[in-house]
């Protein structure tokens, strides 16, 4: 798979490669954030469509997500976020969701950098520019995408100016899933409060309790596969929802830094410590089953003898243990040490002794165990951790 990442210029142009002189392209665009079941029927589609022409398979992504740009924009007198921005609610980095890409078979991969001058230019210009720069033949689209100045390409109007001008076409997949749902207008993190995986809160109410819960929290209608009820319900604590929305397991990425050490000196669980920059939206606080994926040291360009990725990744990957995850501020030793700052720590099972500093860690969680809680000392919180470890064992190893 061949990526290559494009700037526009301060008029919005974009300098497009040109992928051959001979071939034509099968093409989507979109910002494709945490890669859902309805992004990668979409990606398929591509890849399904560019085999059977002959043709390059080639995904346009947006990074940052156009969404933020324009909300940031909006609180900064039109400004645009710098280069070294950090968008913490996105669910996957621009590299995680390229990875998903390569494994669905994309050929090109082209990340724009997403900006003002940029959104002003019309759908049609923009796909008067795919067509003549990437030889696009046809596009591919979920079912409610729209695109350029103002969101006027919509599915309906690129259908329209595909017919009018017969250069290119369209093709339309239904990536909404299984329908609709509600949240809140404004997302607000909730800790559970009690162990287990939360329940939906809306399951079993009748309708004029869903239109008053609605009312409450200003309940928006979004897709059951979207970015913004996989974010949601990450903020519930409720993972294996969002798990069957992406069709995998949900991961964050980050590199293991030193931390307190009170998991060796004084409760003998040792955790690696995920760095403050975190790759991937945190879920709300509280601790974890799932695993722990060692994907090494960051190596150069060049570096052909470390394992890839792929190896890494795999689901039987000698790199990848069951994990008690904690995310939280420690609260047992809050009070003694003074720390209060939000941390993700693992703790791996398995009999290895890990030296894992400065490696870069995928952890993946597979069900929310329990809350984060203050206990009376130690021997209370060691065996609370032990409990933590069985629990985990006994989900991971249900889940495979």
């Known amino acids: 798979m061949n990526i290559t990442f494009l700037t526009p210029d301060e008029n919005g142009l974009v300098d497009w490669p040109t992928l051959s002189t001979s071939k034509k392209s099968v093409v989507t665009v979109g910002g494709f954030d945490g890669m859902h079941r309805g992004h990668r029927a979409v990606i ?9 022409t002959g043709s390059f ?20 007198y039109n400004s645009e976020p710098g280069p070294d921005f950090r968008d913490s609610d996105a669910l996957t980095s621009a590299n995680q969701r390229i990875r998903v890409m390569r494994e669905l078979g994309v050929d090109h991969v082209l990340v724009v950098r997403y900006s003002l001058a940029f959104a002003a230019k019309s759908f ?12 696009m033949r046809t596009i591919v689209l979920g079912a409610d995408a729209a695109m350029g100045a103002n ?50 809160p809306a399951e079993g109410m009748t309708k004029a309790e869903l239109r ?20 949601y319900l990450l903020s519930q604590g409720r993972v294996r929802d969002a798990g069957r929305i992406l069709g995998c397991s ?62 890494r990744l795999a689901a039987r990957s000698t790199w990848r243990w069951p994990a008690a995850i904690s995310i939280g501020t420690k609260p047992t030793f809050s009070e003694t040490t003074g720390l209060n700052a939000r941390v993700v720590e693992s703790y791996a099972i398995t009999d290895r002794h890990l030296d894992l500093y400065g490696h870069k860690l995928r952890i993946e969680f597979a069900g929310f165990l329990r809350p984060q809680i203050k206990f009376d000392g130690v021997d209370e919180l060691k065996a609370a951790l032990a409990r933590d470890v069985e629990d985990t064992l006994t989900l991971t190893k249900q889940q495979g």
């Open 44 to 52: 398929e589609r591509v890849v399904e469509l560019a085999k059977a």
């Open 57 to 76: 398979s080639v995904a346009i992504m947006f990074d940052p997500r156009p969404s933020v740009v324009h909300r940031y924009a909006a609180a900064h």
């Open 124 to 135: 049609r210009f923009f796909l008067g520019q795919l067509v003549g720069k990437l030889g």
């Open 151 to 200: 969101r006027t390409g919509d599915v309906k109007a690129i259908e329209n100016l595909a017919q009018a001008t017969g250069v290119f076409e369209l093709d339309v997949v239904d990536d909404r899933g299984p329908g609709y749902v509600r949240i809140p207008a404004t997302i607000v993190p909730q800790a559970p409060v009690e162990p287990g995986e939360p329940v939906d």
């Open 212 to 231: 008053a819960w609605s009312k409450e929290h200003q309940g928006r209608k979004v897709r059951v596969w979207s970015s913004s009820n996989v974010r």
């Open 250 to 311: 949900y991961g964050i990425e980050g590199i293991v830094v030193h931390g307190e050490n009170s998991g060796v000196d004084r409760i003998g669980f040792p955790t690696a410590n995920l760095g403050q920059t975190i790759e991937g939206y945190l879920p709300v606080d509280g601790v974890y089953a799932g695993w722990l994926i060692d994907l090494g040291e960051p190596q150069q360009p060049d570096d052909s003898v470390a394992p890839s990725e792929e190896m």
